[in-house]
């Protein structure tokens, strides 16, 4: 049976799986920016987990909030990206 840390750590694993499964060409999954392998503006979107962590590094970038990607999968569509000053439950 798996522990509950396993459980959140298997939540942050499943996440490049979803957004592969959703067509992405590649995914690259990291708990801190300054570990990503690109330029931030070089991918096509980031996903951060919570609006809070939104920061000035991110303004030349796709930003996207995990709750948008939840709604778009549950969709089954695209969906206009989000607005930075709007806020975001995280009951989507």
């Not at 969709?75 to 439950?89: C, D, K």
Request: hydrophobic content about 35%; charged content about 25%.
């Amino acid at each position: 049976m798996l522990q509950k840390e396993d459980k959140s750590l298997d939540a942050t694993y499943a996440l490049p799986r979803i957004i592969l499964a959703m067509g992405a060409k590649t995914v690259e999954s990291v708990s801190d920016q300054k570990y990503a392998s690109q330029e931030l503006s070089e991918y096509g979107y980031i996903v951060i987990r919570e609006p809070s962590h939104y920061s000035s590094d991110f303004d030349d970038c796709q930003t996207v909030h995990w709750s948008w990607v939840k709604e778009c999968l549950i969709a089954s569509r695209y969906l206009p990206l989000p607005s930075w000053n709007t806020e975001y439950s995280q009951e989507t």
